[in-house]
């Protein structure tokens, strides 16, 4: 929720899902949009962060990109389906790529406003750190979500049994990213050590969010892939969000109850 008294939700993407999958097209697609749309607006949604995830489409499902020319073809695929499917529906979607663009979509009363981020950079060690955020930015990325579920060379992921945080490289990475005015930051998947050294490198004038995660409690089968209380209070003393997934194993469980305690 913000001062424009609408709400954001996170449209993660990871599975394609709803309409920006490939597999869903035709009539078929444009019910689903119809659908979802309407429920954003009961709502009160006017802003939905679409994520890109080369990740899903690489060889082998759900693993890194081998380089950096897998990385980029898989990423440019998504960017233009994403495009594909806003360019049909003009007075459904509007491309955020501003906050005066998140501002005017907020206001507005029909159409919501996407911003496009991406999760799981690992192939920023094939080039050039200013290459690869030339890339993102020039793309209209406005949320670098940096890890996955791998530790890269780029740094350590919640998965990691021995938290190194951010490599040298990886540190360069964010630094160039910032420099290169990506606005918003994302520590979801992070290590405790790697999102504490993000939002130690990250200049003041960028936002940082967790934007799905979830509380390190007793009951939760998913506990890594949570945040801890240190990097919570660190995001929200920078002004930053902390998004909670609904995923049962990072809630505890499957009720609203198990919500509102995460």
Not at 22 to 35: D, F, H, N
Not at 94 to 104: F, I, K, R, Y
Not at 234 to 262: F, P
């Given at each position: ?23 869903v097209k035709g009539p078929t697609r444009k019910s689903v949009i119809q659908l979802n749309h309407a429920g954003a607006l009961e709502a009160n949604v006017k802003g939905l962060n679409r994520n890109i995830f080369p990740y899903l489409q690489a060889k082998d499902d ?201």
């Amino acid at each position: 929720h913000n001062d424009y008294g609408a709400d954001m939700a996170d449209r993660h993407s990871d599975l394609l899902g709803t309409e920006l999958s490939p597999l869903v097209k035709g009539p078929t697609r444009k019910s689903v949009i119809q659908l979802n749309h309407a429920g954003a607006l009961e709502a009160n949604v006017k802003g939905l962060n679409r994520n890109i995830f080369p990740y899903l489409q690489a060889k082998d499902d759900h693993h890194p990109p081998v380089d950096w020319p897998e990385f980029s073809r898989l990423f440019s695929s998504q960017d233009r389906y994403m495009k594909e499917v806003m360019g049909e529906h003009p007075d459904t979607y509007m491309l955020v790529t501003s906050q005066e663009g998140l501002s005017v979509a907020m206001q507005n009363g029909g159409r919501i406003g996407v911003f496009k981020s991406v999760e799981g950079m690992s192939q920023v060690i094939d080039i050039a750190p200013w290459k690869a955020a030339h890339f993102l930015a020039n793309s209209g990325i406005q949320v670098l979500d940096l890890m996955w579920n791998y530790n890269t060379d780029v740094g350590d992921s919640h998965t990691t049994s021995e938290d190194m945080g951010l490599t040298l490289k990886g540190a360069e990475f964010l630094k160039t990213c910032d420099n290169y005015g990506i606005p918003v930051f994302d520590v979801s998947h992070a290590s405790p050590r790697t999102a504490m050294d993000m939002l130690r490198i990250i200049g003041p004038n960028r936002r940082v969010i967790a934007s799905h995660t979830g509380a390190r409690i007793s009951d939760v089968s998913e506990k890594t892939r949570n945040i801890t209380d240190d990097v919570a209070t660190s995001i929200l003393e920078r002004k930053g969000i902390v998004g909670i997934a609904t995923a049962g194993g990072m809630l505890g469980g499957k009720t609203l109850d198990h919500l509102v305690e995460a």
